[in-house]
């Protein structure tokens, strides 16, 4: 993550969450099921909950900053 973030941090949105490799989420996959029916507890549904709070926390930020620009 250090070696992608230096490299490409100024150019994109680098997210600190992870999303692990996991069997469970193929899994799901096929089973025509989200992470969330299939296996809600487990470490790769955590990861995208997270994920989920770290994105909606960046628009949120965004959308303040947008708006904090707009009423000057």
């Known amino acids: 993550l250090g070696d992608v973030y ?3 941090g100024k150019h994109i949105r680098i997210f600190k969450t992870v999303i692990p490799v996991a ?5 799901c996959s096929a089973a025509g099921k989200s992470i969330y029916e299939y296996d809600k507890n487990g470490t790769v549904a955590k990861a995208y909950a997270e994920f989920t709070r770290e994105v909606i ?3 949120e930020k965004q959308r303040n900053k947008h708006e904090s620009s707009l009423s000057r």
């Open 6 to 8: 230096k490299r490409q």
């Open 23 to 27: 069997i469970t989420a193929a899994e």
């Open 57 to 59: 926390q960046c628009g």
